[in-house]
């Protein structure tokens, strides 16, 4: 069942929302969010990517988060809670969220929660009156109790396991207690009555992030501003699908990874990258329909309008490395379920569109499946004049773009354009001018060159990352894979999202044929 989606030619900005201006350490659902779609309108482009949604875990990485269904509550916007009148502002408005600059997750962490839990205690007061009143319209309670049973299929696994985390003091769900640990029927029912009220939390916090999102995904729509979403392939053990729904992952009989995901070695690192992650039990996934998986796209589809999935390679072949292995090396490829699975997909998600991250080893099985579903593969421009790429250069020069690709100067995970160029080595310097014929641009000045390059390309959608558009250094760099504790901190401050920076991204879009033209 090939892919119905099509993605005209476009273009797009790549900024997650944690890097969004706020008043509380990290970006929200709130007024800058607005104004940034405004930003991205006006210049004319199509799409505003964001990473991963989700709660994130140790390492703060979107890519590690605590469910597949559940979004983070970081990004309730506090002020739009003031709004509703379930908030006082004096709750929050002297916390020292941290500067202005980077996120500082330890303060975001001890007081972000802590503010929450008086909304929520506001909230339920809320309910009660609504619960009497019985309002005109639809009261606020059965808004609630619809968000709940709707959910119900993640929310209530999700609500419990957060609520045990924190009545566990934050520990790993497998080294719980084993009568919750193996969901034994006494264990739930126990931990159910005992943490009833931190459960209900848990789900409101859901709710006004629900609520919240589409909101601005919908102002989004009406300003013409599509939403490319972005789910990692796997899940962390530490997560309420993992803790849930264990029969669907390789796990022995005391709910422990026998085999775990991962890169095999490249130029990158000689010892490949050991996740962590523990692998699905695909044989079981097939025989329940991909059930899981059906329901992962359904409420993704929900999120966003387009939804980029990471390591899209796992499933068609992926690396699996034996969980007492101490790094990657002693890995192997197995086969993953390919078309049995992304039949599921396609069906689940109807006409909203997929890109596939085809980044890394190149297999010609992948190229195969992504032509049959139509699925856009990626290309990365730095991956062209980097020897430490593993990959084939010439499939990143941008005259080699197929149409069917999605384009862009770097990732989340690469460098800065500009830190990059001054990462490489002088002989690579020197093939990127040759390939530029440019010789006399000043270095500070050449991520236009660069952007421009990609931009001009075949390929129907080319995202650009917002600290690219800036020419911003590496000191700015979202990530970098395999370090902890440096990374997704960047924030840009509002006063950068300038006019004169507005017109010279409407500018590239209206020179290279990739303008928004929808009114």
């Not at 619960?131 to 049973?149: I, Q, S």
């Not at 979403?229 to 422990?256: K, R």
């Amino acid at each position: 069942m090939e892919n119905s989606g099509k993605i005209e030619r476009s273009a797009g900005i790549l900024m997650h929302i944690s890097s969004l201006p706020s008043p509380f350490g990290i970006g929200t659902f709130g007024k800058t969010a607005y104004e940034f779609v405004d930003f991205v309108a006006q210049a004319r482009h199509r799409y505003w990517q964001v990473l991963p949604l989700g709660p994130t875990t140790y390492g703060d990485s979107p890519y590690q988060s605590y469910s597949a269904f559940a979004g983070n509550p970081y990004f309730v916007d506090l002020e739009i809670l003031t709004d509703d009148g379930i908030l006082d502002r004096n709750i929050y408005e002297d916390i020292d969220w941290g500067s202005g600059d980077y996120v500082d997750y330890e303060k975001v962490y001890n007081n972000r929660f802590t503010v929450l839990h008086e909304a929520y205690k506001n909230y339920r007061q809320k309910l009660s009156e609504s619960r009497v009143k019985l309002a005109a319209g639809l009261p606020e309670y059965k808004k609630f109790d619809n968000f709940n049973k709707t959910n119900a299929y993640w929310l209530d696994d999700y609500a419990l396991f957060m609520a045990l985390k924190w009545h566990f003091n934050q520990k790993s769900w497998q080294d719980w207690d084993e009568d919750i640990k193996f969901r034994t029927q006494k264990g739930m029912q126990k931990y159910k009555e005992l943490l009833a009220d931190e459960i209900g939390f848990w789900k409101f916090v859901q709710y006004e992030f629900d609520k919240q999102w589409k909101k601005l995904k919908e102002y989004a729509n009406e300003n013409n501003v599509d939403i490319i979403g972005d789910i990692p392939i796997y899940m962390g053990l530490d997560s309420s699908d993992v803790w849930a729904d264990a029969g669907e992952f390789l796990l022995d009989e005391n709910l422990t990874p026998v085999k775990v995901a991962g890169v095999p070695p490249d130029a990158f690192s000689e010892l490949g990258q050991k996740w962590g992650n523990p692998l699905y039990d695909w044989n079981k996934m097939e025989a329940n329909g991909f059930r899981w998986w059906r329901a992962r796209m359904a409420h993704s589809a929900e999120l966003y309008d387009v939804i980029r999935i990471d390591h899209f390679i796992g499933i068609v072949k992926y690396y699996t490395i034996p969980a007492d292995m101490p790094d990657a090396r002693q890995g192997s490829y197995e086969q993953g379920p390919g078309q049995k699975l992304l039949d599921v997909i396609n069906e689940a998600i109807g006409d909203k569109k997929i890109i596939a991250e085809d980044l890394g080893v190149s297999l010609p099985e992948v190229d195969v499946i992504l032509r049959e579903n139509n699925y856009p593969s990626m290309k990365v421009l730095e991956f062209a004049f980097d020897s430490r790429d593993s990959g084939c250069a010439n499939d990143y020069l941008p005259h080699n773009y197929p149409e069917n690709s999605v384009a862009y100067t770097g990732t989340h995970d690469n460098e800065t354009i500009a830190g990059w160029w001054k990462s490489i080595t002088v002989k690579e310097r020197k093939l990127a001018r040759d390939y530029l014929c440019d010789n006399w641009t000043p270095d500070k000045e050449l991520y236009k060159c660069f952007i421009s390059m990609v931009m001009r390309s075949s390929a129907k959608l080319c995202v650009i990352p917002m600290q690219d558009y800036m020419g911003l250094d590496n000191s700015c760099r979202m990530n970098q894979p395999s370090t902890v504790g440096k990374n997704w901190k960047w924030r840009i401050r509002r006063r950068e999202l300038t006019a004169k920076l507005q017109k010279e991204i409407h500018g590239i879009a209206l020179r290279y044929g990739r303008m928004n033209w929808s009114d």
